[in-house]
């Protein structure tokens, strides 16, 4: 005579709750109270699973950046223009992915002064190198137009720079 071996019932959410269903209207409680139960025992048993572990570590983040900007035209047609940043927590940065920092304190504000075609710029590290476009550790920028011919010079107060100044005739 041969024996055949127990198949276990699968145990699928949908199955806990017949079976809870079931033992409702055996014991008297009430169908939801069974569901209940269910539900408690399967969050029971997820309890060390990876997605659940997952979703303990997400984070709120709250952040502020506030640029603020102020410009006037003297009766002689000077341009005087001035700005600053300030901002708290972090910000997401869509274009690379990441949370950018913002600084609690107002940044060095950027003061640029217009006239006839010149253009002064005065920016404690923030006037940009004519040589590296993407370097910004001048202090003093003069630039305009003469003509033909545009120009500009970036100056550096600080002494013992590796470069004292940046300039670009075009």
Do not use: C, H, W
């Not at 640029?67 to 001035?82: C, E, F």
């Not at 920092?101 to 005065?122: F, H, R, S």
């Amino acid at each position: 005579m041969s024996k055949k071996a127990a198949v276990a019932a699968p145990t699928t959410p949908a199955t806990k709750a017949a079976n809870a269903l079931a033992a409702a209207t055996n014991d008297g409680s009430s169908a939801y109270e069974a569901l209940v139960d269910a539900k408690k025992a399967e969050d029971k048993a997820n309890a060390g699973s990876a997605a659940v572990d997952a979703a303990k570590d997400f984070t709120v983040y709250t952040g502020i950046d506030i640029n603020i900007k102020a410009s006037t035209t003297t009766d002689n047609g000077m341009t005087i223009s001035a700005a600053t940043d300030m901002g708290a927590g972090s910000i997401p940065d869509i274009a690379d992915k990441e949370l950018d920092a913002q600084t609690d304190d107002l940044t060095a504000p950027e003061v640029k002064i217009g006239y006839n075609g010149v253009t002064i710029e005065l920016q404690s590290e923030g006037v940009d190198d004519y040589y590296d476009g993407d370097l910004e550790n001048y202090d003093i920028g003069v630039s305009g137009a003469f003509g033909g011919l545009s120009y500009g010079i970036a100056l550096e107060t600080e002494r013992n720079t590796a470069s004292d100044y940046s300039a670009t005739i075009g």
